[in-house]
Each structure stands twice: as structure tokens, then as C-alpha cells.
């Protein structure tokens, strides 16, 4: 990639980010919302004006982690743990609910097991990203619903991480290895909690180093390293690399300058942050949408009925929140979006040959519907409650 | 280059660039030589531990674009055409007796001529880059010397442009089209002041824009995409991309939001710039610097020659200086650096096959020596004067 296109697809992407992210917020919905839009824009399949090159895509990588660093540093780890019967209890109906009802559905369409298995694993997982700026653009993080939100998306994504290894070990032996799915699970699990415990224990040298820099940057470059360091660890326990950079977010947010780092770190992802949305939404091919197509009957049929498997499955989740004060149509909403995940886990299986094109694009339809509908929803069932 | 890659490589330069940026500061120099110094160890010719890949090189261009929008937002045009004549002099000299010296050299070591014209061209271009940075840290930027080297730097680039032009006209066809080459360097000038000129006049339209805006990162991002949207005109016009992020940095200086722009790209370059000069470092092939090897000897020679070329053409431009109170010294000096400009140039030379790998080498010992000795020599001959 020349820098002069480098250059100009970075220029396409803000401009358009921030005019459909004002219009968004214009008539009341979150800016995130506007910047999806705005990449089915000049994704692929309308404009064709942005591609999901490789410096872009990494860009859009570091983003999400600074968004989610953000998300740590404004969070405390005692209110996650405070709701964390719910969070797991959230975490785990949500992902067996709409694996169920997928699974059951693509049964009964006489899918194959490997593919109904696939599809119902597809509806399992919340986008951390998009759940947590959701949250941040309603200005609902420090809520209990927020922080149930997030733990139990996090959750998700371990629990996604082992499904996806139990799907590929499946796909290509036709066994599952249940030592080797419970020692990544188990490797997630004791990463993030010994990051967490022995950041937190050892949070004041990261004071007294900054305090003895003397150059410019020094806050903001040491906090941004620590955050890659502990993204680039749980990239190689292969968690995704985000939920590294909330624990880092956790950790930092202990320091005596959490709050400098937060003004600093903001304009940095914020000039981050928006590539991702955009590319997200470029990525999604719009050619199964249009229901003028007679071929695309089917997929849309199947969207539908995926589409109630993954809205109910979720929904059924916020029930499981324990404790009367809390809000279970938010927490439910607010798990919806299947985003960047489902997209990731869709084309997997289309390369891999596991799912049909046809199956592909229902997928597809059913990621795009949770993903626009949770801020629109997440927004008006805040309000109704009055908080 | 995959995500983890990225991720170690964004922190083995943030982590390197810090340790040697602070230690130069330690020992009174400027952070910027360190930031070099981390790259020459970084790079392919000593630990290898970062390689010149797309992406990274991408996010440093983008970089040195925000280092000068932002010397561009601290300066002010009124400053710099005060001392025009002064650097237009200063540029000239600075172009002319480097490389009447420098070809000199090279014919009388029975050069050919275009071999002759080209290292006597690759002594030209002062790295605006590097200059920006070390008056940047010295806190001198607002000097007169500081606006004479930028300004003489900026036109500096212009003339290279011209000069590159005329080479390689020379190299492909053996004659050269001075109407090509005055239509470029007309454009390019009649860019920048255009951009200038009609930018100040319609500044007042930036602010009313982000005035309207509601969503976050509205000021950050509208300074950023403007800054990008003049790069890439620059771009367009074959000047540097950086010169066209100066004409920005100088508009936008003109808004009422100068100093919250000023404010919020601070942290965003600090996490971009050190990539570009880690790069720069990372460029530099040390296999010609070793005494101990006879085979070098020549290279060392020629060296050493270009060097006091490059070096008194430079300080005979600080002479060219207009008015009394002038630190005609420290102009000089601040002019040296050639930086990436003279590596570029010299690896163009290289690899069209018009200088040898010995020359490259000799150029590559020049280019590094100039670069390293500009931050040293310009701290010293602002204290000296007590200024």
C-alpha cells in the first residue's frame, strides 16, 4: 500500500465515520451505530471506496485494544466482581441458549451435525468492542448493567475460544480433544486472573517508573506498551488480544495517574478507534440482503429463523442476572451485538469449507441485525428505565 | 504481517526509543538522538529486531505529518515570511555549495558525471523532520534561528524535488526537460501558498464546523483529516506529504481552537513519531563503518571527504543570513541533518544503479554523521550564545 492511498483511505474513513456518527447521535442513536453505517457504505459491496488492507485492518486492531484499555481504566475490578455470579451466569445462557436453538433449527433445516454445530457456535459470541461502546457512547459503563455487560462478554469470548477449538478439532479429526480444549480454557482463565492480581499488586512501580522519565510522552508511550504487552500475551494464549488490554485498563486504572493517562489515552483512541468500526462494517457483504432476489429466499428465511435463535438466546441471558434492582432487558440488549466476532467465526467457516454460501449469508444477515439493533435497543431500554 | 507481529514490533520500538530517548535526555542531548540511536540497534545491521515493514512505515509517515502539523500550530506564517529573505538565502547556499563541493569531490576522484551530480545531489537535502524534532526538544522553535531552519528546510525540499527531477531526467534519458522541471517547482510553490493563503482566509469555517459537532474526538479528528487531506495534496504534487501537514499545522494555528488542537494531538503524536525515527535508524547498514576492515578503507576516505562537503555547505548557509542579531551558527548547524531525505536519495541511487555499493556506503557514513552531530552541535551553539 503507497502512502498516498494509505493517506486517502484513512481520509475516506474519518469523513465518513464522523458524518454518519453525528448523524447518529443527531437523531439520538449511538455514534457507533453511524460509523458501522458508514463502513457498509464505502465498504465493498456499495462504494468500494475503502478495503480491508492490512495496515488499515491492524490500525483497526490497536483501536479496539485502546477502546477497551479506556473501558479498564474508567472501571474498577471490585464493581466486576461484585456482579460476577451474574456475569457468569449470563455469560454461560447466553452462550448455550442461542447454540441450542441454532443447533436445534440447522437440525431440523437437515444440516449436517458439523454444520449445525458450526451455525449454532456462530450465535454464541457478543462483540466485547461494540457492547463496551455502546456503553461508553450512552455513558452507561459504570452502571451494573454496564459492568455485567462487559464481564459477560469477556466471558464469551473465552467460552467462544473454546468452542472455535472444539469446532476446528471436529472439522479436521472428527474428535474433540477435552484435554486440550480444557487446557485453553484453563490457560485463559489463569492469564487474565494473574495479570489482573499480580498487575495490580506491582501497579505502583509503573508510577515510579513514569515519575522518573523525563522526555515527553512519557505517560502516554508507557501506558500504550503496557497495554500492546499484555494484548500481545493474551494474543499468544491466543484469547483475543482486547481482553489483555482491559486487564491492562484494570491494572493502570490502580495508579496514582489513571487519570492523566485516561485525558491522554482518549484523543489516541479516538483517532484509532473509528477505522475499526469501519471496517467492520465494510466487511459486510450486502449481495444477501436483497430481498428482490428470488435465490436469496431461502437465506433470508434462514436469517429469520437464526435471527429469533440469536435474539431469545441472549434475551434468556439477562434473565439470569441474580439480585432484583437490575435492569434484564439492558443486560440481555446489550449482549446482542455479535459484530467483528461472528464475522470472524462466519468467514472461518465459509473458507473452510464447512458452511455453504447460502448458510454464509444467513449468518451474515443475523450478525449485522444483532449488531444494529443492540444500540438502538440498548438506548431506549436505559431510558424506559429511567436511569 | 500478522496482528502478534505488530504488536511486538510496536513495542520493542516504544520500548527501545524510551530507554535511549531518556538516556540522550540523561546526558543533556536531544531525546531524538536517541530515538536514531535505538533504531541503528534495532535495526537489520545489529539485533534485527524490527524490520522495515509496510505498516510500520505507513504509521511513521504518518507521524513525522503530525510533528510538523504541530510545529506548524506553534509557529506562525507572520514569523516565518519575517525572515524569508534570510531563509531563501539560507536554502540556496545550503543546496548550492554542498553540492558544487561535494561534485567537485566526486569528479576529481574520476567519477562519471551523473555519478558526480548525484552525490553531490544527495548533500543537499536537510531532513525537516530531524530539524523540526531537535528544536522541537530544545524548546527553540520559536527563535528566529528555529523559524530560518524550517523555513530554509521546507524550500530545502522543494529544490530537492527539483533536483531529484533534473537526475533522474539525466539518468533515463541523458537530457533534461527544464520545462518539466519548472512546472514542478512552480506547482509546488504555488501549492503551498495557496494552501496557505486561501486556508487562513477560510479558517474561521474549521471552527464553525467542529462547533456543530457533538460526538466525541470531534476536534482531533477534524484537525487530523484536514492535516491528512493537505499531506495527501502534497503528496499529489510530489512535495513531501510532511510539507503540506506544515501549511495545515500553520492554518489551523489561525482558528480559536489552536490551543486545544494543540493539546490533543500531542499524545496522539507522541505514539507515532518515534516509529518514523526508529525507522530511520533502523535503515542504516553499519557494515561500512568498520575501520577494522581494509576493504572499507576507500569508503572511510570518500567519507570522509563528503562529509566536510556536506558539513561546510551547510555552515557557509548560515552565513547567508540576513540581520545582526542572527545566531548565524546555530542556522548552520540546524541545517545539517539529512536524515531520511539522504537516505532515500541515496537508496534511490543505489538501486537505479547510478552509484556503487562504496559510494552508497561513504553517503550512508555522511548522511548518519551529519544526522547524529545536528542534535549535539545545536544544543551547544544555543547555549553558548545564552540565549
Redesign the interface.
Same mark, same amino acid.
Given at each position: 500500500?503507497e502512502?498516498?492511498d494509505?493517506?486517502?483511505s484513512?481520509?475516506t474513513i474519518?469523513?465518513c465515520a464522523?458524518v454518519m456518527?453525528?448523524l447518529a447521535?443527531?437523531i439520538g442513536q449511538s455514534?457507533v451505530l453511524g460509523e458501522l453505517l458508514a463502513g457498509v457504505l464505502v465498504g465493498g459491496s456499495v462504494l468500494g471506496w475503502v478495503e480491508q488492507t492490512?495496515?488499515l485492518k491492524?490500525?483497526g486492531?490497536?483501536g479496539v485494544m485502546l477502546l477497551l484499555l479506556e473501558v479498564g481504566l474508567e472501571s474498577d475490578l471490585q464493581s466486576f466482581l461484585r456482579v460476577g455470579w451474574s456475569a457468569a451466569l449470563v455469560a454461560i445462557i447466553g452462550v448455550v441458549t442461542p447454540f441450542g436453538l441454532g443447533y436445534g433449527l440447522a437440525v431440523g433445516l437437515h444440516m449436517s451435525q458439523l454444520q449445525a454445530i458450526f451455525v449454532g457456535a456462530t450465535l454464541t459470541a457478543t462483540s466485547v468492542a461494540i457492547s463496551a461502546r455502546v456503553l461508553f457512547?450512552l455513558g452507561k459503563l459504570k452502571t451494573a448493567e454496564g459492568n455485567i455487560i462487559l464481564a459477560a462478554a469477556v466471558l464469551d469470548d473465552i467460552l467462544g475460544l473454546v468452542t472455535l477449538s472444539v469446532i476446528v478439532g471436529l472439522a479436521e479429526s472428527g474428535t474433540v480433544s477435552w484435554l486440550d480444549v480444557g487446557r485453553t480454557a484453563g490457560l485463559s482463565v489463569l492469564f487474565l486472573t494473574l495479570a489482573i492480581l499480580v498487575g495490580i499488586r506491582y501497579a505502583h512501580l509503573f508510577s515510579r517508573l513514569v515519575n522518573r522519565?523525563? !522526555?515527553?510522552?512519557?505517560l502516554?508511550? !508507557?501506558a500504550? !506498551?503496557f497495554t500492546?504487552?499484555l494484548?500481545?500475551a493474551a494474543?499468544?494464549m491466543q484469547i483475543a488480544?482486547l481482553v489483555g488490554a482491559l486487564a491492562a485498563g484494570l491494572v493502570l486504572a490502580r495508579t496514582e495517574h489513571q487519570g492523566h493517562i485516561g485525558e491522554?489515552?482518549?484523543?489516541? !483512541?479516538?483517532?484509532f478507534v473509528?477505522i475499526f468500526f469501519v471496517l467492520v462494517g465494510a466487511a459486510v457483504d450486502l449481495r444477501y440482503f436483497n430481498p428482490f432476489h428470488p435465490e436469496n429466499w431461502p437465506v433470508l428465511l434462514l436469517a429469520g429463523g437464526l435471527a429469533v435463535a440469536a435474539v431469545t438466546g441472549k434475551l434468556a441471558a439477562g434473565l439470569g442476572t441474580v439480585g432484583g434492582t437490575i435492569n434484564r432487558w439492558a443486560v440481555g440488549v446489550g449482549m446482542l451485538p455479535r459484530g467483528e466476532v461472528g464475522l470472524i467465526f462466519a468467514s472461518v467457516g465459509l473458507s473452510r469449507g464447512i458452511i455453504t454460501q447460502g448458510e454464509y449469508g444467513a449468518l451474515l444477515i443475523v450478525i449485522v441485525l444483532t449488531t444494529l439493533l443492540s444500540p438502538m435497543l440498548l438506548k431506549r431500554a436505559f431510558s424506559e428505565a429511567g436511569r
Open positions: 500500500m502512502l498516498k494509505f493517506l486517502w484513512l481520509i474519518y469523513v464522523r456518527g453525528e447521535a443527531r455514534a492490512e495496515p491492524l490500525l486492531e490497536v457512547d522519565m523525563h !522526555t515527553r510522552g512519557r502516554v508511550i !508507557t500504550l !506498551t500492546l504487552l494484548g500481545y494474543e499468544v488480544p491522554r489515552i482518549k484523543p489516541v !483512541t479516538d483517532v473509528p
